[in-house]
């Protein structure tokens, strides 16, 4: 087997020659060189030096002679299937009856040159490089689109999931039909916000500062001067994010409701760091705090919305969570850890 050889920096077009004559196949080369510089090209002369190059070798084209001693033209057809099946595969041979060229377009070669008319070589093998091209982009994009669906479908059901749950429970602590209006149209509002906001991020992930603004831009635009946020970059992947937007759309209502933004003396301080802990992992600690709001008395039972406050952290971002009362204003802390490219390691 001799190998062309190509320069380093070029992305190389790896051409497997199987050839026994040494003149045809030195003409066969010079004639390739019409596609430049960066081809590599593995002559092969028998059998075990032709599966050796399949076997070895990412191989971009095949180019085989039909006749050959002890090992014919469709044979190696069909190990060239076998083990290099994106390979276009061309015959280069001086006699190629009919009958013979409707058999092998049928087991699966690419094209056929004479070689009495190499000049077709050259312009054959672009050819068949393009469409080969093109295949393996048809095929990267269906598998895109068949792992989008997949995603897709496993989004939907989640999302369904808890849409069915946060029904369910709303109406359970709802107290009239108007009371579980509002409150249901203000938590699903609060996923579609979130919803929305990954939606711009293309459902890669999305910074916890951006969904607290998403969240709370209903009540920064009543109590601009009453919300204040202060925390560097921290990422959020999708169901970390969905779950956290509940979370504050949560607090948020309450705080507008019962809390520090029900008067105009009120203020909600939201801060959070990601420093390293003990182990060398980055933890985020986010506090929401509230002040100057009307005095706070711990409600005797849990609604779904306290429920949700405390429960969520867990299971979904993998932290913990604590709500207090305290007299002078609500407060929320919670602790999560993200991995080293600041991604919330959800559960």
């Known amino acids: ?69 002890g090992f014919d033209g469709l044979a190696a057809l069909e190990m060239a299937i076998e083990l290099a099946p994106a390979a276009p595969f061309i015959f280069v041979s001086g006699v190629l009856g009919e009958e013979i060229a409707i058999e092998s377009f049928r087991k699966g070669a690419t094209d056929y040159v004479l070689k009495q008319r190499l000049i077709r070589l050259a312009p054959a093998v672009k050819r068949a490089l393009a469409e080969a091209r093109l295949r393996e982009e048809q095929r990267r994009a269906r598998q895109q689109q068949d792992l989008l669906v997949h995603e897709l479908s496993h989004r939907v059901k989640n999302t369904l999931a808890v849409v069915a749950s946060i029904i369910r429970n709303t109406a359970r602590h709802s107290v009239s039909k108007q009371d579980l209006e509002e409150r249901l149209l203000g938590r699903i509002h609060a996923m579609s916000d979130a919803h929305a906001l990954l ?36 990422d959020l992947q999708p169901n970390s994010a ?21 008067t105009p003396t009120g203020r909600v301080d939201v801060t959070w760091t990601a420093p390293l802990d003990r182990h ?38 993998g932290g913990q969570a604590a709500l207090t009362f305290p007299p002078d204003g609500v407060q929320f802390k919670l602790s999560f850890v993200v991995d080293e490219n600041g991604h919330s390691r959800s559960l």
Request: aromatic share 6%; charged share 25%.
């Open 199 to 234: 939606f711009e991020a293309n459902w890669t992930s999305t910074g916890l500062r951006d969904v607290l603004e998403r969240i709370l831009a209903p009540y920064q635009r009543k109590h601009a001067r009453q919300i204040v946020m202060d925390g560097g970059r921290v």
């Open 1 to 69: 087997m001799s190998v062309q050889p190509v320069r380093a920096d070029q992305r190389v077009t790896r051409i497997v020659l199987l050839e026994d004559s040494d003149f045809d196949a030195d003409l066969i080369q010079e004639h390739l060189g019409d596609l430049g510089d960066s081809v590599e090209i593995l002559r092969a002369v028998g059998r075990s030096d032709y599966e050796q190059a399949l076997r070895t070798h990412s191989v971009d084209v095949i180019l085989c002679d039909y006749s050959l001693p």
């Open 280 to 317: 060398g992992e980055r933890r985020v600690e986010m506090t929401w705090k509230e002040s100057g709001g009307p005095p706070v008395v711990e409600p005797e039972a849990a609604g779904f919305g306290t429920t949700l406050i405390r429960r969520s952290a867990g299971p979904e971002l």
């Open 242 to 262: 969905l779950v956290l937007g509940l979370i504050i759309h949560e607090l948020g209502t309450n705080a507008a409701k019962y809390g520090a933004l029900s």
